[in-house]
């Protein structure tokens, strides 16, 4: 029987493994993280930072009529950990990020999309970087970003 | 310096019963609402909602699929039962499921995951196990645990490297919104000049913890300072099971591995590791007479 035994040489697939998995999770992930979108947000940020936004929801129906949503009414309609995002965002308030919420704004209209089947749902995230204080009602110059959703009629 | 006989395998069961706790119903008995978890599993799909990482969204049945085979195989992790499999399947479904909801993601359970796939491919599951691994492969080995551990904390500190962070605002501002908070956060966050003081510390000891940890000399000193740091966020603001997480990859710091390894890897089982074929014995010297 062929052995390989005494003499051997070469590193084995778990040592390769256990290198390549550092290298990947304690350089290339965290680095890639910064270099893509300059917010690390797979680089252990923790609470590095804050961030102040609101968010404004509108359904339009068919004949045009619009109509002001609060956002915690759509904190029913999307997953647990992303409804404190809506909760208490008809106000500006701070927190340590909204990453997810910056990326997936058109998900969150389509969610709204239960509460007004046949409507056009927009949402409009408006953000500071300048924390709100206790008091204060206006925190300056804003970024706006925001997302359309035409939602399909209700079956007959 | 405190040692402990496997701090490896110490570590799997210390990260495993958070793997179990922090991904399961078990997590409503924990003491911090934020750690519970309110759907069946951690992942479990909700309301048809679908916020997937990359627009990569799986169907239902496959994320339920997932969080199922996620807590069989953090069972057996933590059990010791095909360890080094049940892990890395532990980590990588946990990982995909915790891609199907971008909202979801929080450092604590990244670093839970990574944690688990790390141990596993460190060789945790030969002792303190049910069924303990075969001694074949490399030899297991704490460094990447402790690197990860030393990444962990370089990056954290890193990422606060930065103007806004220095002058103190941000800490001001989490204990104005009541992300910190308790009668030590009064304390510590005062005022302005004491939040500049607190942030600077906190870089301070956060760049300083990597190099502490790593080297054997200082580690003792790394060790208490890091299960202090983490005393005190715990304290003022209760990041989840975040220090229990680090807690638990911390206990991979507690033993000199290097004596084990040379007496695990003593020549013979070094050459036999490698490549692992067996020579058929004699018939002769399979049952020697009495």
Redesign the interface.
Known sequence: MLARTRGATGPSWTSVARVAAGVLVCVVVPLASWATDGRGRLAFTMYASTVTYRLEVTATDAAGRRRRVDPADLAGEVSSPAAPYLRGASGFRTVAQIDPLRAHLRDVARAGCRAFPGDVVDVVLRESPTPLRPGDLDVGPTEDESARVACPAPAR | MIRIRHPLDSSRIALGLVLIARTTPVSRLLPWPVSHV??PLLGW???G???AWGGLALPDAVVIALCLVRTAAAVLFTLGVRTTAAGIVAAVAGLVVASQ?????K?TL??LF?GT??LS???AGRSIALVPSARR??RPGPW?VR??V???YA??G???V?G??LSG??L???H??G?LGGSLADVLFASAARCRADAWAVVLVELALGPLLLARRTRTVGLVLAVGMHAVYEVV?R?DV?GWIMGALLVCFLGDHAARSRAYGSGHTR?????C????MPPSTMNPAP
């Open positions: 309110v759907p799909p909700e309301h909602f679908r916020a909801d971008v909202f979801g993601f450092f990244h670093t990574v796939l790390l491919l460190s060789g492969g490399a990447l690197a990860f030393a990444s962990v990056w954290a890193i990422a606060k930065r806004a962070w605002e941000v001001r501002a989490l104005g919104v992300y603001a990041p975040y050459a036999r590791s490698r490549w074929v067996r020579r058929p």
